[in-house]
């Protein structure tokens, strides 16, 4: 698709769509194709294997900062969170996920590191964006 088609779909001038494409485009999402316009970018299960060797990385990393510097509150939280992923195992794929996802999440939070935590976000929704790619 090209920006006016875009604009007129959702309504809006060229300029914030223009610029929503450039941002999916810096993020990995969008490959722009000279003189035709924009195409989603596809997604390879080598490209899933880079997103799983990182969070291998980066959630080992953040799960020893978490259990070195984690306060009580943020252990109780954890620990909630971590019963409330236990107790999804006879629940739907989708919720499994969600709980899943909200620990992990909770671990990154409570290593204190905003951009690991950050980054490990951005992973997730590489996960996701698999999920339904692949």
Do not use: N
């Amino acid at each position: 698709m090209i920006e006016p088609e875009l604009a007129q779909r959702f309504g809006a001038s060229k300029t914030p769509v223009r610029e929503a494409l450039q941002l999916l485009v810096a993020e990995g999402l969008v490959e722009v194709l000279p003189k035709k316009g924009y195409r989603i970018r596809g997604m390879e299960l080598t490209d899933l294997g880079e997103v799983l060797e990182l969070r291998t990385l980066l959630e080992s990393r953040a799960a020893a900062r978490c259990a070195r510097w984690a306060d009580p509150e943020q252990v109780e939280d954890l620990t909630r969170r971590w019963e409330a992923q236990r107790d999804a195992l006879g629940l739907e794929p989708l919720e499994r996920t969600l709980r899943a996802r909200d620990f992990h999440a909770g671990i990154a939070q409570a290593s204190g590191s905003h951009r690991l935590a950050g980054i490990l976000e951005g992973l997730h929704h590489e996960m996701v964006r698999a999920h339904h790619v692949l």
